[in-house]
């Protein structure tokens, strides 16, 4: 294959005991794996083998604990918080990415990056941060809100403190730090700028108190599938991910997300768009779909009708039918582009509620996938070639034992297509994902100034 | 020696690349310290080796560029964020205490205290933190203050989000996980509480979403010595790191702290009282003062006038002459009781400003100690056992040399007269402090509740 190639991205999508809703009740499911440091070394390891861009972690602050009864029989309430998880893996491991979800709407712009960019020097480039908002009144009430923040302007908020922590990033150009031991100069007091953002959401003044980091700014990743998501994405993010349920949803969010780069002066292939897939493999479909079937059975009706209730944004559907079609849901504050996602696979597929559940159990509104590695490889391909996606962001139906199946079986399939790297291109996440390092915003102006005086 | 004799605590507080501002010239320290997790990597396992209690982290959030001539002579604008620093140094440690200072002014109480629970599970039960208020301009200007908030609304803050922290650590009774895969249910609901904390800073629900920790809680540690410092550490801290020139200061501040403790209902050895101290260690009395003056010398004048600026709580004293005594400083909002000690210091031994930022270049208002292995056990065993302290946190000159030698020479000389441990006591470090593990307020009022039932 030709070196410069395009090929798939991949990132593993952890969650503590796996994605299926049951799945710590797998008989190879490590039960307490939210709190088990040694079960995410050991996935994280895997993940890492197979030459995986990245880990990735989804994050909530608050137990969703409004149905209990439901709440008790799964494994969601009780996990490590990303960042400090995520900075022990960086010690067990070279290669991989570390992606952590932050939420703008509970923190401060100048914590969030010193964080990440505390990350990124302790894995030597290997940091990414998923900007979100958060929508849920269970963590707005953690955080002395009354009622959760208006959709438009928890997304003013994000874009605001995206600035301020890119900014911030850009606080020193990368060669201020002499440490000169002769002459006593430890770093060059003209490479050290002041951000003084002065805005509507936040007054920063600055600079932040850690060296520009290895990747110049960690990899900024993005979910939101809402208009306000999407040109947010454009405008900052660098992977985005997202769920599809068919490849032709995929390709018009693909060509629609691409188009809108070049109004910020952004290349197509300078943003990453990576569906999350659900894989269940087996050596035969019958063996996969077998495989499916017993997780399926492990699914208590409590859990899985609070499941469809919180991914419908918190619309209550225990009092319809659990055997009848899904009926219209009321728009509500909360993740309106989930309600619209699981709205049109009901109406596509005519699920009754019951079968609604049981089809979101596992990948939670994202492509299923249940099939041989050639199969499911072949689903990979055609999405990829066919630019429904740049990569894919893997969700273990359950954990170890699910990424280590397609760790084994898949990922050699897409290498002797010629689809996936047998080996890291370089040292950082962003080498690795083909993305430019960002120029500090100080030298790029002292630069275009220069540029101007000469034209003159 | 007995099992139960009382024996000194040591913390190592750690600082990039040493406790003296010149360290970084030092030609055995690692200039780059601050951002390089080896070099932690390396000083946290000389301190387990050593059979430290725990490895400490100060923090501020800002750099203080206010003199940049000064600041950029120093290393001390970039380092780690300690949060992300301590959980990958749990990776590559088994017995020692993490402890990270994170401010109560610019953080929310439900982030905290799921980073330390997460810490604490991280390290299996090692974590701690030491609770501080902000007092810099500089912090305030990069979390959207126009001002800093007032000494007594920082602190009143302070304790109610102690209060909520606390609180949260609770919301799972320490058994509520049977995670039983056979029938299904992960953990019990009537073990799970909310907190529903409803105060004048903070509106905060609960619960929070990791397991009750393995220390129950991590170890709370402060710092404050001001009045309503005190106040506060006697209500809730567990450790106190204190910066103290004399013994009968340190005695007099021992006193005061232990005897405010009865009123709270809690233990005089409940609380360990631990002062800083910078040692400069030598085979002979000249040897460590040679050793010191060679640092000294590495400290340009624009270094040290800015060090005392800094230390007095932004007082400018560039106005002044160098080799006049100090005047009388005007008293500021920030860090009260630090102003106090300088000046206290300054009167006593009627030092110039020049002697002054050289006297405290080092340990910064703590106690120095030049000498040989001998004379400095003597010296920490006479504070130990005339109640001046319970412990010490050692403030290395120089890292990770400093440290060594510490390690070396004279920890074995306080294992030799029975002062030190030569192997830890327990698995956390609760149990190494002999610090008592907090019953889950929960599950104490049900039993309080049986007890009062039971005795009618």
Same mark, same amino acid.
């Given at each position: 294959m ?8 991949l990132g593993?999508?952890?969650?503590e005991?796996?994605?299926h809703?049951?799945a710590?009740?797998h ?11 040694e079960?995410?070394a050991?996935?994280a ?10 880990i ?5 602050v ?15 309430? +009780? ?10 893996l ?12 932050v939420?703008?709407?509970?923190n ?9 960019a ?20 269970s ?10 923040? +208006? ?8 874009? %605001?403190f995206?600035d ?5 990033w850009?606080?020193?150009e ?34 932040l108190?850690?060296a520009?980091?290895?990747q ?6 993005q ?45 197509p292939?300078?943003?990453k768009?990576?569906?999350?897939? !659900? ?13 499916f +079937?017993?997780?399926q ?11 469809l ?6 619309v209550?559907l ?13 728009e ?14 009901a109406?596509? %597929? ?6 609604l ?5 596992g ?13 499911i490889? +072949?689903q ?11 990569g !894919? ?9 699910g ?12 290498q002797?297509?010629?689809? !996936?790297?047998? %080996?890291y ?11 430019p390092?960002?120029v500090?915003?100080?030298?790029l102006?002292?630069?275009e100034?220069?540029?101007t005086?000469?034209a003159r």
């Amino acid at each position: 294959m030709s070196k410069n190639k395009r090929q798939i991205k991949l990132g593993a999508f952890l969650m503590e005991t796996g994605h299926h809703i049951a799945a710590w009740r797998h008989p190879d499911a490590q039960a307490d794996g939210g709190l088990n440091f040694e079960h995410y070394a050991q996935v994280a390891r895997i993940a890492e083998q197979a030459r995986f861009d990245a880990i990735f972690f989804a994050d909530s602050v608050s137990v969703r604990d409004t149905n209990l009864a439901s709440l008790s029989r799964t494994a969601r309430a +009780d996990h490590f918080e990303p960042l400090t998880l995520l900075s022990a893996l960086s010690v067990v491991t070279r290669n991989i990415g570390l992606i952590a979800t932050v939420s703008t709407t509970f923190n401060e712009p100048y914590n969030l990056a010193r964080k990440f960019a505390s990350l990124d020097h302790l894995g030597g480039g290997r940091s990414g941060w998923n900007l979100v908002t958060s929508s849920t009144e269970s963590e707005a009430l953690n955080f002395s809100f009354e009622q959760h923040p +208006d959709h438009a302007v928890r997304y003013e908020r994000a874009k %605001e403190f995206y600035d301020v922590v890119a900014g911030l990033w850009d606080s020193w150009e990368d060669d201020a730090f002499s440490r000169d031991k002769q002459s006593g100069v430890y770093f060059d007091p003209d490479k050290l700028h002041v951000l003084n953002h002065r805005g509507k959401h936040f007054k920063v003044r600055g600079p932040l108190n850690v060296a520009r980091s290895p990747q110049g700014w960690p990899v900024v990743v993005q979910a939101g599938a809402s208009d306000a998501g999407k040109e947010l994405a454009a405008q900052t993010a660098e992977v985005i991910f997202v769920a599809h349920q068919t490849l032709e949803e995929a390709q018009t969010f693909y060509r629609d997300i691409k188009s809108r780069l070049a109004r910020y002066g952004r290349q197509p292939d300078h943003l990453k768009i990576m569906p999350g897939i !659900f894989p269940v493999i087996g050596k035969t479909e019958a063996e996969a779909r077998a495989k499916f +079937d017993a997780l399926q059975e492990l699914i208590h009706p409590t859990v899985g009708l609070a499941l469809l209730s919180n991914m419908s944004g918190g619309v209550d559907l225990s009092s319809y039918p659990l055997d009848r079609p899904v009926p219209d849901l009321p728009e509500t504050n909360g993740g309106k582009s989930r309600q619209r996602l699981l709205l049109d696979l009901a109406r596509r %597929e005519n699920l009754t509620i019951r079968e609604l559940y049981l089809r979101i159990a596992g990948a939670r509104g994202h492509q299923q996938v249940v099939g041989t590695p050639e199969s499911i490889a +072949d689903q990979l391909q055609q999405w990829f070639e066919e630019e429904g996606a740049d990569g !894919f962001n893997i969700m273990s139906p359950w954990l170890p034992g699910g990424l280590g199946e397609f760790a084994e079986l898949v990922v050699p399939e897409l290498q002797r297509r010629g689809l !996936f790297r047998t %080996e890291y291109e370089g040292r950082t996440l962003r080498e690795n994902l083909g993305l430019p390092r960002p120029v500090n915003r100080y030298v790029l102006a002292a630069t275009e100034q220069r540029a101007t005086v000469a034209a003159r």
